[in-house]
C-alpha cells in the first residue's frame, strides 16, 4: 500500500480506502462486510468512509459493530462521518439537518454513537449550507477538534469560493479550516478535482479523499450491455443514478475503453481506479465493494497505476474527451 499526506495536514492516508454508501446494510450484512473491511485492511486500507445519512445511521451502525468486533487498535485506521443530509429521511426535522451548531454536534455525538468509537478521525460537511454563516460552521469544527471528537474537518462538494471562504473565516479568528475535500471524481467527472481546485492545492493546499472513482461500477464495463441483476444500477430507489450513468454518449466511451484496456492486459476497473491515484492531487480513492471478488480486483490498481505511462494516459484522454480545458496563463 501507499500512504499520501492529507494535504497539508500530517495525516497519512493510503491510497485505496473503502466507503459503505448504498452497500452497508441495502447490500451487504455484517458477515459480508467484516469480510471486505477485513480484506482491505489487511491490504494496508486505514481510511473507512461513512456519513449518517447512508441507509440512515444504519451503515454506521453496521460499521461500527465490524469494528468492534474486529478490535484492531484504534491508533491504525481513520474512520469519517459527515453531517448534512440527517439520519432521518423523511422525518428529518428542521435542526436535524444541515450545517448549524445544533446539528453538526448532534449529528457528531450520534455518529460516535453508532460507529462505537470515541473520536472520528475525519468530519465533514457533507454539502455546503447557505443557511448557515460560514463562522458558525468553522466555529464549530473548531470547537469538536477542542474536545477531542474529531481530528480534522474538511468538506464535501463545496465550490472552490465557498472552501476559500471557509479558510477566510478561519484566518480572520485564528482557527483551522478545512483540510480535506470530498469530490465525485473518476474518467466522466473531472471538473472540480482537475480545475476549480487547482489553485487550492497550490495555496492554503488541500488533501482530497475522492468518491465513486468507478461512476458507481459504470467504469468496470458492466453496465456496456445493460444492467445485470443485482447491480446498483438497477437497485429500487436509484432510478436517479441510473439516470445519471446510463446515457448513450457516455457508455459508448466505455465500451471503446473496455477495449483498450483489454489490449493493456489489464480490466477497465482497475484501469479507471488506477488512473485516479496517477493525479497527485488525489490523497485517496474511496473503492465501493458489494463482494469479495470486486474488491481484490479493484485492489490491484495500485500495481496497474505503474503501467499507466503518459503514452496511455494520452489515449485514454483521446478515447473519454473529458479533460477539462485549463485557461493559457
Ligand atoms: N461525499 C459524497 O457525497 C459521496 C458520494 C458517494 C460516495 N461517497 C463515498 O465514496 C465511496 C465510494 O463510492 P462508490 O461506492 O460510488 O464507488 P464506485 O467505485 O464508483 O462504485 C462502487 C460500486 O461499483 C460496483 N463495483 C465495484 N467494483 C467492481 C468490480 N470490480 N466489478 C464490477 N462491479 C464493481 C459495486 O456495485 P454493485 O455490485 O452493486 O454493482 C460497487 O458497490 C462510498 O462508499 C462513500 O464512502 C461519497
Not at 440512515?56 to 474486529?70: D, N, Y
Not at 483498450?260 to 480490466?267: D, K, N, V, W
Request: hydrophobic share 40%; aromatic share 10%.
Amino acid at each position: 500500500m501507499e500512504y499520501r499526506r492529507m494535504g497539508k495536514s500530517g495525516l497519512q492516508l493510503s491510497v485505496l480506502s473503502y466507503g459503505s454508501w448504498v452497500t452497508f446494510h441495502k447490500q451487504i450484512d455484517d458477515t459480508i462486510a467484516d469480510e471486505l473491511m477485513g480484506i482491505a485492511y489487511d491490504y494496508g486500507v486505514n481510511f473507512f468512509d461513512n456519513a449518517e445519512v447512508y441507509a440512515r445511521g444504519e451503515s454506521e451502525r453496521l460499521m461500527g459493530r465490524v469494528l468492534k468486533k474486529k478490535n484492531w487498535d484504534r491508533t491504525s485506521y481513520t474512520v469519517s462521518s459527515k453531517a448534512y443530509f440527517g439520519s432521518r429521511g423523511p422525518e428529518n426535522k428542521p435542526n436535524q439537518t444541515g450545517l448549524s451548531r445544533k446539528h453538526l454536534v448532534e449529528a457528531c455525538h450520534e455518529a460516535l454513537q453508532r460507529l462505537q468509537v470515541e473520536y472520528l478521525d475525519i468530519y465533514f460537511c457533507h454539502r455546503p449550507d447557505k443557511n448557515v454563516p460560514i463562522e458558525e460552521v468553522v466555529w464549530t469544527m473548531n470547537h469538536l477538534i477542542q474536545q477531542g471528537k474529531i481530528l480534522y474537518w474538511g468538506t464535501s462538494e463545496w465550490s472552490g469560493v465557498e472552501i476559500m471562504e471557509a479558510h477566510r473565516a478561519a484566518a480572520d479568528y485564528r482557527l483551522i479550516g478545512p483540510v480535506v475535500e470530498q469530490p465525485q471524481y473518476n474518467l466522466l467527472e473531472r471538473q472540480k478535482l482537475e480545475k476549480e481546485y487547482l489553485m487550492i492545492f497550490k495555496t492554503v493546499g488541500m488533501g482530497t479523499t475522492i468518491w465513486s472513482p468507478l461512476a458507481s461500477g459504470l467504469l468496470t464495463g458492466k453496465y456496456n450491455d445493460g444492467i445485470p441483476e443485482g447491480s446498483r444500477l438497477g437497485l429500487e430507489g436509484f432510478e436517479w443514478l441510473k439516470d445519471q450513468w446510463m446515457m448513450e454518449d457516455k457508455l459508448a466511451k466505455v465500451r471503446e475503453l473496455t477495449s483498450f484496456a483489454q489490449e493493456l492486459g489489464m480490466s477497465l476497473a482497475t484501469l479507471s481506479i488506477a488512473w485516479t491515484i496517477k493525479n497527485p492531487n488525489v490523497t485517496t480513492a474511496i473503492l465501493g465493494a458489494t463482494r469479495k471478488e470486486q474488491l481484490l480486483e479493484n485492489l490491484k490498481a495500485l500495481e496497474v497505476a505503474e503501467k499507466l505511462t503518459p503514452d496511455v494516459l494520452q489515449r485514454i484522454d483521446e478515447i473519454i474527451q473529458t479533460k477539462p480545458l485549463l485557461p493559457a496563463y
